[in-house]
């Protein structure tokens, strides 16, 4: 399988901190990717480098065969990379489907409405934003609150907004930085499904950062573990399960698979 996402010897140093320190790891298209780790282990400060947020220190990331450092968050969105932030970034004041419609960016412009365009007598614009809005509203069940204030619905909602939005802007590749903080059972096992169905119904290729190692071992095809900036394990679920250095430094307080 191809690669869609490649970093290679990736290290960000912050005064005298290597946050991340010659990290390398591959994503192939279509993969779902966990990164995990303690508290201050540099998952973070790695997505920041992949989305364009921050610059590295050192080393090369290359998403689709394009360069990503040096460019700046709307450029790397540009190439297809989407996401969500470790605390939630919605604009609270807007209702969700604002907030949706707000994130259709000139990528999803580029990509979907010439396409419809050259339809003789069919949609403008506009319209094809509002189609997009409706199916997505639809697929991530907020059509019941499409015309609430983002701020003031539940949290799981808020992070199921938050999803919706990196995914209208048709992205290949979407990165969630905990995306099951802070919410009830009832609320991560929907995200699980969701999670899912990002890779089965929109065919995106997931990177996921996450405490919950139920929601991680059963979700990830693939586990790199980060501690202190450093790269100590990566493989399967089941690998990483059994990896000695990996349950020292983070697994070892049981994992409930
Ligand atoms: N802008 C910054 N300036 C200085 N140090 C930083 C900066 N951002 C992060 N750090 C430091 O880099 C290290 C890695 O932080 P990072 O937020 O990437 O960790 P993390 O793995 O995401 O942790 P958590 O699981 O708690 O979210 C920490 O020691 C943090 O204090
Ligand atoms: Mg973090």
Redesign the pocket.
């Given at each position: 399988m191809s690669d869609l996402l490649t970093v290679s010897h990736v290290t960000k140093r912050?005064?005298g901190?290597d946050?991340?320190s010659d990290v390398s790891l591959h994503v192939a298209k279509g993969e779902i990717v966990a990164l995990i780790?303690?508290?201050?282990?540099?998952?973070?400060?790695?997505f920041?480098m992949l989305t364009g947020v921050?610059q590295p220190t050192s080393g090369e990331i290359t998403f689709a065969g394009t360069a990503v450092p040096g460019k700046k968050p709307a450029t790397v969105a540009k190439l297809g990379i989407a996401r969500t932030f470790?605390n939630i970034r919605l604009f609270a004041q807007l209702s969700v489907r604002d907030n949706l419609q707000a994130a259709m960016t000139h990528r999803y412009v580029e990509h979907f409405v010439p396409i419809v365009l050259r339809l003789p007598s069919f949609y403008r614009q506009e319209q094809v934003a509002t189609e997009w809005t409706d199916q997505l509203l639809t697929a991530f069940d907020l059509t019941d609150v499409a015309d609430m204030d983002a701020g003031n619905l539940p949290y799981g909602t808020q992070r199921r907004v938050e999803i919706a939005r990196a995914v209208a802007t048709a992205p290949e590749m979407i990165f969630l930085?905990?995306p099951a903080a802070g919410m009830n059972p009832e609320e991560t096992a929907a995200l699980r499904t969701l999670i899912q169905r990002l890779q089965s119904e929109f065919h995106l290729t997931v990177g996921l950062?996450e405490?919950d190692m139920t929601l991680v071992m059963s979700l990830a095809e693939r586990i790199y573990v980060?501690d202190h900036?450093k790269l100590i394990g990566s493989g399967t679920p089941a690998e990483i399960q059994q990896d000695s250095a990996v349950v020292a430094a983070y697994l070892g307080g049981g994992v409930h698979a």
């Open positions: 912050f005064g901190l946050a991340v780790g303690p508290n201050g282990a540099g998952k973070t400060t790695l920041n921050i470790q930085d905990e950062i405490h980060l900036g």
